[in-house]
């Protein structure tokens, strides 16, 4: 068996070089066999003709389908990349309203005081206001054991002493599980009684604010914004912030819904929810990391998006943080390679530079100290707090 082209009787044009040597231009091109009697079609060329056939007519049904699932995410990371473009304003740098996240060791005993002077060389000289110092985490029922955070005192006193005007915030979370056996129940009044309790607990232990995150959290969670709305009256009272760490915005109309679909774990908010969020707090940060971007220019492009469609909801007298990852994993929704502090400081200039260029009352978030390598801060430092 072999490929056999046989001119059709009204197709002997000259050949050209857009067909195969040897063949005429317009030939049919079907399996034959050789057998004494020539050159004959094969019960092999009817199937073919049949499959040409069923492909003329149904094509359109696979076309489609690969249209919707391919075209898309190619038009999307096109606008990414064109969101990444240009030069960002010069002015676009830090306000000295950053903040740093850092882990449970500061307050469990490991930390020593040359540690502590450490850490406020790194801080001196930065944009940074805000620690969020890992002082969790909560129980399920919304309780935090005091035995979490033994240091606390050491911490803040030594921090207060060595960076006057920095805040030192505990950081609070838990796994939410609304839906699952496990995890806090935000749909549960005590639990949520409990969870202000806890707060009110680390203001009495010293800390200057009490920031949470919360994971994952679904879009539209009125239990949560009743949460919210406890905490700031507490934190209010107090003359304490209240910060937040938030999900990120649908990058497209709905996505939060359609992302439903297949899954319950939260991973875009609305941006209408995400402002019902930013109006009840005194600061909320972006986790704006794990996006799934596979490149650095649509990665960075994606941060100039949220960046701007969080600008545009969030109310001038609320601080709002963009997080930059200073952390190194290569997973479905992390590529090291692709989510750099490079790119994500130079997105973050590029969507305040063009949506709300004179804001005040923002800066970036960095995440976190145990997983960070010296690249992290130089390029923290050369591309938004002028300091490298």
Request: glycine share 10%.
């Amino acid at each position: 068996m072999y490929c056999y082209a046989a001119p059709r009787p009204d197709a002997l044009a000259p050949e050209t070089d857009r067909g195969a040597p040897g063949v005429p231009v317009g030939a049919d091109l079907y399996v034959v066999s050789r057998g004494r009697g020539g050159p004959r079609r094969s019960p092999g060329a009817r199937v073919d003709g049949r499959l040409k056939r069923m492909w003329r007519k149904g094509r359109w049904w696979v076309l489609v389908p690969v249209l919707l699932l391919v075209v898309p995410p190619l038009f999307g990371a096109l606008a990414l990349r064109v969101s990444y473009a240009g030069d960002p304003r010069d002015d676009a740098r830090t306000r000295g309203k950053d903040a740093y996240w850092i882990g449970h060791a500061w307050v469990d005993g490991r930390k020593r005081d040359a540690d502590l002077t450490a850490l406020a060389e790194r801080l001196r000289g930065t944009g940074i206001r805000d620690l969020y110092v890992h002082a969790g985490p909560l129980e399920h029922d919304g309780t935090l054991p005091p035995a979490r955070h033994p240091r606390a005192k050491w911490l803040i006193d030594g921090l207060h002493r060595v960076l006057p005007g920095i805040r030192v915030q505990a950081w609070l979370g838990d796994v939410l599980a609304d839906d699952g056996p496990t995890g806090l129940r935000l749909s549960d009044a005590a639990s949520r009684k409990a969870v202000t309790a806890s707060a009110r607990q680390v203001l009495d232990a010293g800390f200057d604010g009490v920031h949470f995150d919360l994971e994952p959290l679904r879009s539209g969670d009125a239990d949560y914004l009743t949460l919210l709305d406890d905490l700031g009256r507490l934190t209010r009272s107090r003359n304490a912030p209240l910060s937040v760490a938030a999900h990120q915005i649908d990058p497209l109309p709905g996505a939060h819904a359609a992302l439903g679909l297949v899954s319950d774990q939260g991973k875009w908010w609305s941006q209408e929810y995400f402002g019902e969020v930013a109006r009840r707090v005194d600061q909320i940060a972006v986790m704006s990391y794990d996006t799934w971007m596979p490149l650095e220019s649509v990665y960075g492009g994606y941060v100039a998006q949220q960046t701007a469609l969080a600008l545009e909801v969030t109310p001038d007298s609320t601080d709002l943080l963009m997080g930059l990852p200073f952390f190194h994993e290569d997973d479905l929704g992390h590529h090291e390679n692709a989510e750099t502090v490079e790119a994500a400081v130079r997105g973050v200039r590029l969507g305040l530079g063009r949506t709300d260029p004179d804001r005040e009352r923002f800066g970036v978030a960095l995440y976190v100290d145990f997983a960070e390598e010296p690249g992290d801060w130089a390029a923290y430092r050369a591309g938004w707090a002028r300091t490298g």
